[in-house]
């Protein structure tokens, strides 16, 4: 089952996130996340939260639908976010994160470090906005695209060794990043398909659109 979980950061773009939406199987809600619903005309079938960044209009207009709601306190130790991921696990096979980017710098770090709970359970989960595409891995992704379109890859360990990329300008066998030496930023696809693999560490893999 595929699971969008949709939350509270910025949407610039709702066409480009109802037509990932429209390819899952379960929509669930993080608090705000119910704002961006209501304007793409979507009914979640899970809302989430401690409710301190939502309007009570989505809360009453989705209640009067009938949709399942499970509030949590604000002294929590968890994010929204987050403990929306942890129910998403327990049955999705892959998850699309939307809503996760934004203006605050530290959600958006923290969302993007939620990305290893789908590697630890070998469930696919990636963020997705109309600029970015984020995935974290820990062996080998294989990432799609046009030629000339762009790539990045951040280390987000100290140090990921065995790098190895084909199918860019910049390819990469046996490579080593670390934290402080970003010189994976900016690769460009030289075909449809990149292949990337590691063997150790955990490495970000961000496809971008300026």
Do not use: W
Not at 35 to 57: E, Q, V, W
Not at 115 to 138: F, S
């Amino acid at each position: 089952m595929k699971t969008a979980i949709i939350c509270n950061g910025q949407v610039t773009d709702y066409k480009y996130s109802m037509d990932i939406i429209k390819d899952t199987d379960y929509i669930i809600c993080a608090d705000g996340g119910t704002r961006h619903a209501y304007k793409m005309g979507i009914c979640p079938d899970l809302i989430i939260g401690d409710f301190d960044s939502t309007n009570d209009f989505y809360l009453e207009h989705y209640k009067k639908m009938g949709v399942k709601i499970q509030e949590y306190p604000r002294d929590k130790d968890k994010t929204d976010s987050h403990i929306c991921i942890l129910k998403a696990l327990d049955f999705s096979s892959e998850i699309v994160l939307l809503g996760v980017t934004g203006s605050r710098l530290d959600h958006t770090l923290a969302n993007i470090s939620l990305l290893k709970l789908g590697l630890d359970k070998n469930i696919k989960m990636y963020i997705a906005d109309k600029q970015n595409e984020i995935y974290l891995i820990n062996d080998k992704i294989t990432i799609r695209g046009k030629p000339g379109d762009l790539f990045s890859l951040l280390p987000l360990t100290p140090r990921v060794e065995g790098i190895k990329v084909c199918g860019a300008r910049y390819e990469l066998d046996e490579a080593v990043m670390e934290i402080g030496d970003p010189y994976g930023t900016s690769n460009v696809f030289d075909q449809e398909r990149v292949e990337i693999k590691i063997e150790k560490g955990y490495l970000l893999v961000i496809k971008s659109k300026d």
